[in-house]
Structures are given as structure tokens and as C-alpha cells.
């Protein structure tokens, strides 16, 4: 699960040119922009991630004026996005232990207090309605798809030393993932499955191109257990299209045999037979850490527009052949954002 609001320690501090009461304070591979003298190097902060929804409490009303959201799907609150004061971005949002009462000063570096203080991850109405009529959770072989960010681990960047690696576009859509179990064929979205009911746009466009029979069909003719295949659905309608699709179209990232992820060439071999269209790959090398050995370096490298046009969200990197990263309990994997998409696209 992702760590939204976390304890963290000050790594750096640097001034902000022609700004008198405010400073550029590092936490992990990010940087915030905080008031100036309000923290020193070493320092134990919480870090609140970008895309946190922080509850309405008298901590948080500095952010109503820039910061404040209330939907349907999910009340109240404010939200954490990026932000730029001065010419400097700030990605996220520090504050002291001792604003918290609730908090004990000894927390561990690390510590995970996202539903201590009741912080929750922003989710839009076009990813929560893409989906159809839920009819439970994820089924056990279709794992979430948040893949953990560079800035928030920046050692994952070394894990990637002497391994051949590859970078592939971050598609700006909604995910959902097809697959076949012992229970039958499943459509999901990033968190529920969905039932086919005619309100489903992303079960819409698998029945048209057929694709639960090209799976039964491959699992059959291959003698597998269970198929799950991952992407990226974008559209008309979906996250503002800024993929400026003139249709609905899937972007494949991930493809799971008998519960374990497959590596590139494989996905794309099964992509073709099934005819399914993957993610692009923008890329292929190794020892990515030689060649990109910052967080700084890796976000140049995500910067870039999408073929018709708009600003790209970002790039996704794994080794070819998955490898497991203790570091986040998983396969190797990392997304990079780019920050010229967030402060353009951000609500």
C-alpha cells in the first residue's frame, strides 16, 4: 500500500533566490518548498505525498485557499499536488511531528501514518466511472498497479545496476486488467471488478475485439492455469484525453502467467499473438544507474510529449526480466513523473 503520509527526515535545505520567508527543504528524492527557519537538516517531518486528500482539521486550513476540494466520491478535504512558488517546484507537503499530537516524537524513520491521521488517496469521477457495476475486489490474480515512484525511493535507482532495463510511456487513462482463473473471466478496474452490464465502456471495447476467447484459446493451446493481462485504457472522456485519441484504445504494461509477471519479450510475444497493442518502449539499455544516476537526471529523461501532442505523463522502468526488489516487496519497478505534465495537468 502506498505510504501517502509518511515520517521522514530533512536532507537538505537550500534558499529560494529573491524569497525572504520561504526555503526549498529535500525529504527523500523530493523537494518542498516550506517556511523559511521552520525546519533544520535532520529534522523529523511527516511527508504527505502528492495525491494525498488530508481530512479537514485545524492543521490543514492554511490549504483551503489553493487546496480545498469537495466531490461526490470523495467529500471534503484537501488535496496535494504539485505546486511552484518563486520558479521552485514543491512536490508534496511537510509538516512537524509536534503539530500532531496524535503522534509519538519516537516514530522510526519511514513509519507509515496514513490512516493514523486519516489521509486518503484523491481519486477523480472519470477513474471511478470508466469501470461499470461492481461485483467485488480484484480477483487474487490481478494485483493493484501503483508502481512506486523515483522520488519516493531513490535507492530503487541502484537496484537497477548491471541488470537490462527498459522504459516504456506512462499512458494517461484508467487501468483495468482482463484475466482468466478456475472462476472464469474477470474485468476490473484499479481497485473492484466489474460485471457486464452494458455500463461498462473498457467491457464494451474486450467483447468487441474478442478478447476473452483469444485468451481461452492461448491458455488452452499453452496449458496455463491463469492469464492476466494489465494496461492503460484510454479514450475520449478519460482523463481529459490527453492522449488525443480520436477512439478508445488499451495499452498492455503487464502480462502475469500462473500468478508471475512475464518479462518484455514475452509480454510482447503474447501482445502479437492475441493482437493486442502494448505500452510504447522508448527504450532499452543497461546499467540504467550509469546512465541516469539521479532522480534529476531520471525526470529530464521522463519530459517529452505524447505523438499527437500533449504532455506526457511520465515513464515506467523495469529490468526486461522481472527481478524482486526487497526495497518495495515486489518486482523491480519504478515510475518516473514528469513535472512539466504535473504542473499543466494538475487539478
Not at 529560494?16 to 526555503?23: L, M, S, V, Y
Not at 493493484?144 to 537497477?160: G, S
Not at 548491471?162 to 483495468?176: A, Q, V
Not at 486488467?177 to 471495447?205: A, C, M, P, R
Request: charge should be negative; proline fraction near 5%; hydrophobic fraction near 35%.
Amino acid at each position: 500500500m502506498r505510504k501517502l503520509a509518511s515520517i521522514q527526515v530533512i536532507n537538505g535545505i537550500e534558499p529560494i533566490e529573491g524569497a525572504d520567508r520561504i526555503e526549498l527543504c529535500h525529504v527523500l528524492g523530493w523537494q518542498c518548498v516550506a517556511n523559511r527557519g521552520e525546519f533544520k537538516q535532520g529534522d523529523k517531518c511527516i511527508y504527505f505525498e502528492i495525491d494525498s486528500f488530508l481530512p479537514i482539521k485545524p492543521q490543514f486550513e492554511f490549504l483551503r485557499t489553493k487546496s480545498y476540494k469537495k466531490t461526490e466520491l470523495m467529500g471534503e478535504g484537501f488535496k496535494i499536488r504539485t505546486m511552484k512558488f518563486r520558479g521552485q517546484i514543491s512536490q508534496g507537503l511537510i509538516q512537524p511531528l509536534t503539530a500532531f499530537p496524535e503522534l509519538s516524537a519516537n516514530l522510526e524513520t519511514g513509519t507509515d501514518v496514513t490512516e493514523i491521521l486519516d489521509v486518503k488517496e484523491w481519486e477523480i469521477e472519470e477513474r471511478a466511472t470508466t469501470g461499470g457495476t461492481i461485483v467485488g475486489d480484484l480477483p487474487q490474480d490481478v494485483p493493484h498497479t501503483d508502481e512506486t515512484r523515483v522520488q519516493a525511493c531513490p535507492e530503487l535507482i541502484q537496484e537497477f545496476a548491471g541488470l537490462e532495463y527498459y522504459i516504456s510511456t506512462k499512458m494517461d487513462g484508467s487501468s483495468h486488467s482482463i484475466s482468466i482463473d478456475q472462476n472464469g473471466f474477470h474485468v476490473t478496474g484499479h481497485n473492484y471488478e466489474y460485471k457486464d452490464d452494458g455500463t461498462s465502456d473498457f467491457f464494451k471495447l474486450a467483447k468487441e475485439r474478442g478478447y476473452e476467447t483469444k485468451m481461452r484459446n492461448y491458455i488452452e493451446n499453452n496449458q496455463l492455469q491463469t492469464l492476466t493481462i494489465q494496461g492503460e485504457f484510454c479514450a475520449p472522456g478519460i482523463q481529459k484525453n490527453r492522449l488525443r485519441l480520436a477512439k478508445p484504445e488499451w495499452f498492455v504494461f503487464t502480462v502475469r502467467i500462473d500468478g508471475k509477471r512475464v518479462g518484455l519479450s514475452k509480454m510482447q510475444e503474447i501482445c502479437t499473438e492475441l493482437g493486442l497493442t502494448t505500452v510504447p518502449i522508448e527504450e532499452v539499455g543497461t546499467d540504467l544507474p550509469s546512465k541516469y544516476p539521479t532522480v534529476e537526471a531520471l525526470l529530464a529523461r521522463s519530459d517529452g510529449e505524447y505523438p499527437n501532442g500533449g504532455k506526457k505523463e511520465g515513464i515506467v522502468i523495469r529490468p526486461t526480466e522481472p527481478v524482486f526488489s526487497a526495497l518495495i516487496s515486489a518486482s523491480l519497478s519504478m515510475k518516473v513523473v514528469n513535472n512539466n505534465y504535473l504542473l499543466k495537468n494538475e487539478d
